[in-house]
């Protein structure tokens, strides 16, 4: 197996964060989120890959200070955690996850909670794969997202949803409205610029809101704060692909 390393504030600047590495056109967006896991890092936000120039990594964070809206005190909250390409099957997803339990273990938290869809999402974690890894099912949502638990304190509470992501509805009622984070390299880029440029074509009113603190992300409609697409107030989709022009007819067709 390739060695997995850490990322923090002395190496970041010279390390690939894994996504967009390649994307000349999501170069601002990438420095973006190379500055928010600055701050992050600060926070305990945990960033760790492999050393290889590939998508095979893990984030994660204390939920009090994760950016999504759960609540789940003492428990560590995974955010991103991929395994692509040629690495698939090969152990580094348990890898990664023993790192992010033992870290918590050692931290003397409750366990490990994650958001993904109750049904696969796009830009969420395998549910299926993360149940047989040991997580249960705590809560769901009815428009399609679940919060999953791996305890390490068999007393502890569940972790919850915020109220804030119960209804699966946004203060907007008319048109689109967008909500994203740095969390991704690829969110500002598309909710700013294509995202823009598709509802201007389409004579759609938009509104674009970056949750720009983890306070704002704590309290937002969406436990899907890398990007989240409302139509008419509802929640639609994660999928980011939707800002393109030659994807939003075909995710929307249904909706508009």
Not at 20 to 44: I, P, T
Not at 62 to 74: C, D, L, N, Q, S
Request: aromatic share 12%; glycine share 6%.
């Amino acid at each position: 197996m390739e060695e997995i390393i850490i990322l923090n504030k002395n190496n970041i600047d010279k390390e690939h964060i894994c996504c967009a590495f390649s994307d000349k056109k999501s170069r601002e967006s990438y420095e973006a989120k190379k500055q928010w896991l600055k701050k992050e890092f600060d926070n305990g936000y945990v960033f760790r890959r492999i050393n290889a120039r590939a998508k095979v990594f893990i984030e994660y964070a204390p939920a009090e200070k994760g950016w999504v809206p759960v609540i789940a005190p003492e428990y560590i909250i995974i955010n991103c955690f991929w395994v692509s390409g040629q690495y698939k099957s090969k152990g580094y997803g348990k890898a990664l996850l023993q790192m992010a339990l033992d870290d918590a273990r050692e931290m003397g938290k409750n366990g490990l909670i994650t958001v993904a869809g109750t049904t696969k999402f796009h830009f969420m974690s395998d549910t299926k794969w993360l149940l047989r890894q040991g997580f249960e099912i705590c809560e769901k949502l009815p428009y399609g997202f679940s919060l999953l638990v791996k305890k390490i304190n068999l007393e502890a509470p569940n972790p919850e949803f915020a109220k804030s992501v119960k209804s699966g509805e946004c203060e907007n009622k008319t048109g689109l409205t967008a909500y994203y984070t740095n969390r991704c390299p690829f969110s500002e880029l598309y909710a700013t610029t294509f995202l823009v440029e598709t509802a201007k074509k389409r004579n759609i009113p938009l509104k674009v809101i970056k949750l720009d603190s983890i306070e704002n992300a704590m309290n937002a409609p969406t436990p899907a704060t890398i990007f989240s697409l409302f139509c008419n107030g509802k929640f639609v989709t994660t999928d980011i692909s939707v800002c393109m022009d030659s994807r939003f007819d075909k995710i929307m067709s249904n909706i508009i």
